[in-house]
């Protein structure tokens, strides 16, 4: 009996032989006894290797610290090396401009303040005095509050009015700095480019003449030349 | 809304993309989510090529560490896969060489470190009688495995275990798929003649009215040339000494 060749068993075996060869392989294992302990020997030996069980890889053996900490401590540092490297990058603090900052906001909270303490004295005082006092004397006393308070709301006004002067000052010294720093420069261009164009016209001149005087020497050559011909 | 979108796109990613965002990007993200697709089954591999779980272990973690190096090497219209496995399966060539050139036995391997048939079919299990015997039938079966040649165990364990196609074995192996066939099939054949005197042993001690018939397995397997004979009787002293420790 013609026997298949050996490695044709196993696409048969593991399920992926083609169509053909399937009914083909099947039908030589009906006929030959050979053949067919073979194969049920190999069927039963796959079987047996899944006797072999792994337990899950998932439960990892303790060494080392567990993932989850190792990419904490991993985050951690990246988050550091950011932080160090946004902190070396920021730009320079502009001094001046915080101290403006610094100085409105302490003056505006202060008069704040202040319109606050007076109303609350007023307000004890009032309380205090309140049966004595005409009515008279209570609009004294309420358009004195109001007073206050408009002054004090007028004091922060003009002090911001002040701020915004001066940033404005600053900004116009600024710009008149730099105009300045332009027309010198647009003067030092002029003065060079007329520098430039005297010299190249003394140069100008200078060659003509000589051209003038080449071509004279020339003519006399000419004339000696032809006086001594004859 | 950014970042839903960012994670569903990184679970629905391909093994290729991820590898070339990692390959382009250095994205330890999109490592992270090979090293999670792919590290049980590469693990799986290289226990069942060493016969080892604890260098099974090493084995996968040096496999990943090849692949973060060998990054750029990836090439971009490989299969992820096939690049992969091929990796594990040369460092488990390389492995068993060391092993060999110290002239270890990886069938003498810690017990604790080839344990099978635990941890997770405890629940499977009816009793301690049967968990003792299919540990002792893995552990046959870890030996047998063992025994084979190196190309005969890799193409068994490929196909059977991870069941990856003939044609896959093939790109791994660089070799033609005849030939991944004819591996398998002396595989298979050598597997059975290691395989078939032991069971049948013990079915025989276990059942003594089936004595005879294994007796006559055993003749039958006797004649066959290529059956280790001191192995397999080593494998069965090992077998006595535990039955003896019961």
């Known amino acids: ?230 | 809304m950014g970042r839903v979108n960012f994670l569903s796109s990184l679970f629905s990613m391909t093994d290729e993309q991820a590898m070339w965002r990692v390959q382009t990007q250095d994205d330890h993200r999109a490592f992270v989510e090979l090293l999670e697709r792919w590290e049980e089954p590469i693990g799986r591999l290289c226990a069942r090529m060493t016969g080892d779980l604890h260098r099974g272990e090493d084995l996968k973690q040096e496999t990943f560490t090849r692949v973060f190096e060998k990054r750029k090497s990836f090439l971009p219209n490989a299969r992820f896969s096939t690049w992969l496995w091929r990796i594990a399966l040369n460092l488990c060539h390389d492995e068993l060489r060391r092993i060999n050139r110290r002239g270890e036995s990886p069938l003498d391997a810690d017990e604790n470190a080839t344990v099978s048939g635990q941890g997770d079919f405890a629940s499977e299990t009816p009793g301690p009688d049967v968990q003792t015997a299919e540990r002792e039938e893995g552990e046959l079966v870890r030996r047998a495995l063992l025994q084979l040649p190196e190309i005969y165990r890799g193409v068994l364990v490929l196909r059977h275990y991870e069941n990856l196609k003939l044609r896959e074995i093939a790109d791994i192996l660089e070799i033609p798929e005849g030939t991944v066939n004819s591996r398998l099939a002396e595989g298979l054949a050598q597997l059975t003649r290691i395989l078939e005197p032991q069971f049948d042993e013990r079915r025989g001690r276990s059942d003594p009215a089936r004595t005879n018939e294994a007796a006559d397995g055993r003749k039958r397997s006797g004649s066959l040339p290529v059956c280790p004979d001191d192995s397999s009787s080593s494998a069965r002293r090992g077998l006595q000494m535990k039955a003896a420790n019961l």
């Open chain 1, 1 to 230: 009996m013609n026997h298949p060749k050996r490695e044709e068993w196993a696409p048969y075996v593991f399920g992926e032989a083609t169509p053909e060869a399937r009914h083909r392989l099947a039908d030589h294992l009906q006929d030959c006894p050979e053949c067919a302990a073979e194969i049920a020997g190999w069927r039963q030996s796959l079987d047996k290797l899944d006797r072999w069980k792994l337990p899950r890889m998932a439960a990892r053996p303790a060494q080392g610290p567990p993932p989850l900490l190792k990419w904490g401590v991993a985050a951690a540092l990246v988050l550091g090396a950011g932080v160090g490297l946004g902190r070396w990058s920021a730009p320079a603090v502009d001094l001046n401009a915080l101290q403006n900052r610094i100085e409105a906001s302490v003056k505006s909270s202060l008069a704040v303040d202040r319109q606050q303490r007076l109303a609350a004295d007023l307000q004890s005082a009032l309380s205090i005095t309140d049966g004595q006092l005409t009515n008279d004397f209570r609009t004294q006393l309420d358009s004195a509050l109001a007073g206050a308070v408009n002054r004090s709301t007028v004091e922060t006004q003009r002090q911001l009015g002040e701020f915004i002067q001066a940033v404005n000052r600053a900004r116009e010294e600024d710009r008149q700095i730099t105009f300045s720093w332009i027309e010198k420069i647009q003067k030092q261009h002029a003065a060079d480019y007329l520098s430039l164009r005297n010299d190249l016209e003394t140069v100008a001149s200078l060659t003509e003449e000589e051209i003038r005087r080449a071509r004279q020497s020339l003519n006399r050559l000419a004339a000696i030349q032809s006086n001594n011909e004859p």
